[in-house]
């Protein structure tokens, strides 16, 4: 089992709180979600797409739809935010690529609060 532990900072803990992004609506975007290299970052973020391809595996993701995490590429999660705009969620200037999630990833992940 590959076991990967993902750490919140101080400042992705209090976005979280102002925006009542849960925890586990942070594991589930981490696991689940498309995957952004840009700007020396990974952005995970959970789509219509998202949805409804893992509806279809009984994963309800319906309340993630939006949900974007900035992590480091060490694995620590900067900052979350909604955004149902996902055209903002563009690499730099071409030199990042992004990577669809294969169905089925099991992955588990820590967050520290």
């Known amino acids: 089992m590959n076991q ?5 900072t101080q400042h992705a803990g209090k976005r979280m709180r102002h925006r009542r992004i849960p925890v586990n609506a942070i594991e589930l975007v981490i696991e689940y979600g498309r995957i952004v290299f840009t700007r020396g970052a990974m952005i995970y973020a959970i ?16 309340e993630c739809e939006g949900v974007q995490v900035v992590c480091s590429m060490d694995g620590i999660v900067l900052t979350v935010y909604r955004n149902q705009n996902f055209r ?22 820590q967050l520290s609060r």
């Open 4 to 8: 990967d532990k993902s750490i919140l």
């Open 47 to 62: 789509g219509r797409n998202e949805v409804e391809r893992f509806k279809k595996e009984n994963v309800n993701l319906s």
């Open 88 to 109: 903002k969620l563009r690499t730099g200037l071409g030199r990042g690529r992004f990577r669809p999630r294969k169905s089925g990833v099991n992955r588990v992940f």
